[in-house]
């Protein structure tokens, strides 16, 4: 079982509002990420981080910002909460090893932040 | 376009039954072709990674084929279990660039009944 791990597991709050979601790994990974996931919809890839001091937007345009001050942190904030933000939040880390930037290690996911805005 | 397509969409089926779930993908230059599990209110567990030279991976029950020249995997589940009701995602890496891309399918929602 993978060590990553995200909070809240569930939050309902409203409009206008500053969200913190929260995600920690112990493996020690260098790569982080941030994946958006509506029902029955694929995953989308809206931030990732090489390592500490980096961060990178994903495919998909987001309002959202994250920070990577530490290995085993990578936080994502929306300064302003709206009902578009709804949706289900999953970060993920993966070893470095290999060329490429995903190479072909197994990504590990923690088990996502589900997000409502009122 | 780069694309991922699952097939079926959902599938039921008996306790002890086997099933295979279907990847075709248009994603090139082709890295990895990558199977997780998705249980509900969980976040994606991996379960196979193929490179363009294996056309076969086990894991347990799991057992992943590639055909690299029709663009095409397959998942086959042996003997399933009702824990094996979950999503099951196919996901392709390019090698386009440094950085490459993950390409991911909508899922296929299993539901295994007693």
């Known amino acids: 079982e993978a060590d990553i791990y995200q909070t809240p597991r569930y939050l309902v709050i409203g409009t206008g509002k500053k969200i913190t979601l929260e995600c920690s790994q112990t493996?020690?990974?260098?790569?982080m990420y941030w994946y958006q996931q509506d029902p029955g919809m694929e995953l989308h890839l809206i931030h990732y981080?090489?390592?500490?001091?980096?961060?990178e937007k994903g495919d998909l345009s987001s309002e959202s910002t994250v920070s990577r001050i530490r290995t085993e942190h990578f936080p994502l904030t929306l300064e302003s909460a709206r009902p578009s933000h709804t949706s289900q939040y999953l970060c993920?880390?993966?070893?470095?090893?290999?060329?490429?930037?995903?190479?072909?290690?197994?990504?590990?996911f923690g088990d996502g932040t589900r997000l409502s805005i009122l | 376009k780069n694309q991922v397509e699952q097939s079926p969409q959902s599938l039921i089926i008996l306790e002890g039954k086997n099933c295979t779930l279907q990847?075709?993908?248009?994603?090139?230059?082709?890295?990895?072709l990558r199977w997780y599990k998705q249980d509900t209110g969980r976040g994606p567990v991996s379960l196979t990674i193929?490179?363009?030279?294996?056309n076969t991976k086990s894991n347990g029950r799991y057992t992943a084929t590639l055909d690299a020249d029709t663009k095409q995997s397959s998942l086959h589940i042996t003997a399933s279990q009702l824990s094996d009701s979950a999503s099951y995602i196919c996901?392709?890496?390019?090698?386009?660039?440094?950085?490459?891309?993950?390409?991911f399918g909508r899922g296929t929602q299993l539901t295994v009944w007693p």
């Open positions: 993920a880390s993966s070893e470095s090893k290999g060329a490429g930037f995903y190479s072909n290690q197994p990504q590990h």
């Open positions: 493996m020690g990974h260098d790569k």
């Open positions: 981080s090489y390592g500490v001091n980096s961060t």
């Open positions: 990847c075709n993908y248009t994603v090139s230059p082709f890295s990895n």
């Open positions: 193929m490179t363009f030279s294996e």
């Open positions: 996901v392709v890496s390019d090698r386009g660039s440094t950085l490459g891309r993950l390409y």
